[in-house]
C-alpha cells in the first residue's frame, strides 16, 4: 500500500521559502531532536538499508560520515563488508569528493570540517561512475528527489550527470516537504530515499513505496 502523504511530508504553510530558510529551518529542526531519538531513528534506518533490494544488487557503495546530527549510516559498513561488497568513503579535495575504498571504520580520521576521511591512496580509489550506488546525506528532500545540503555544492558536483538511479539519500522522514524545493541547474537530484519508514523512489507524481 503506498503511503499517505500526510504520512511522509512535514507540512509547512508557507510554501515560498528560499533555499537558505530551508536550510535554517530544517537545521532548527534537526537540533530539536534528541540524540537518542535520531540514534534509534539512525539504526532503523541502517536496517531498511541493509535490507533493500537496490543495495543487495549493488557490489559498490559509497557511504558517508554522519555529522551534526545526520543519519549515522556506520551500522552499514561491516554489513557490506561481510556480504563481500567494496565501500567507498568520500574526502574532500579541493572543490570536489573522491572516493577512496574502507575496510574498516577505524581507516577513517579527521579531515575538511572535521568530517571522517578515508586516506588518499590512488589504489583503492574510485571514480563516482564506476560505483554502483552512493549514498548521500541532506537537511531537506521533496518528492522528485530535490535535495537541499549545507550549500557548499560537493554531492551536486559530484552526483550530477549520473543515473540517478545511482544515488541514494539517507533521511528521517521528518526531512520531506510536501512543496517543490528551489532548484536551479546545477543542482542534482537523487533517485530514492530511505527512510526509518522504507525505501522510496523520488518522482514528481509521488514517492513510490519500493
Not at 554522519?66 to 549515522?72: I, K, L
Not at 579531515?111 to 590512488?122: A, K, N, R, T, Y
Not at 538511479?165 to 543542482?187: G, L, M, N, T
Amino acid at each position: 500500500m503506498e503511503p499517505r502523504d500526510d504520512e511522509i511530508f512535514e507540512k509547512f504553510s508557507d510554501t515560498r521559502l528560499s533555499k537558505t530558510e530551508i536550510r535554517e529551518r530544517f537545521e532548527r529542526l534537526r537540533v530539536a531532536r534528541s540524540a537518542s531519538e535520531l540514534a534509534g531513528l539512525s539504526s532503523a534506518i541502517s536496517s531498511e538499508i541493509v535490507n533493500s533490494d537496490i543495495f543487495r544488487s549493488a557490489q559498490t557503495v559509497a557511504l558517508y560520515s554522519a555529522v551534526r546530527g545526520e543519519v549515522d549510516v556506520s551500522p552499514v559498513l561491516p554489513v557490506l563488508r561481510e556480504s563481500g561488497k567494496k565501500v567507498f568513503f568520500p574526502r574532500v579535495c579541493g572543490r570536489d569528493l573522491r572516493f577512496f575504498e574502507v575496510s574498516d571504520a577505524g581507516e577513517l580520521s579527521a579531515g575538511s570540517f572535521s568530517i571522517p576521511e578515508p586516506p588518499e591512496d590512488p589504489a583503492r580509489e574510485a571514480a563516482p561512475s564506476d560505483i554502483d550506488l552512493i549514498v548521500v546525506p541532506g537537511l531537506c528532500f521533496d518528492r522528485s528527489g530535490s535535495r537541499i545540503g549545507y550549500g557548499k555544492g560537493f554531492y551536486d558536483r559530484t552526483t550530477r550527470g549520473l543515473n540517478t538511479e545511482k544515488v541514494c539519500a539517507a533521511a528521517y522522514s521528518f526531512q520531506f516537504v510536501d512543496f517543490e524545493i528551489p532548484s536551479e541547474p546545477h543542482d542534482a537530484r537523487v533517485g530514492f530515499v530511505i527512510t526509518e519508514r522504507g525505501v522510496f523512489r523520488a518522482r514528481k507524481e509521488g514517492l513510490k513505496n519500493v
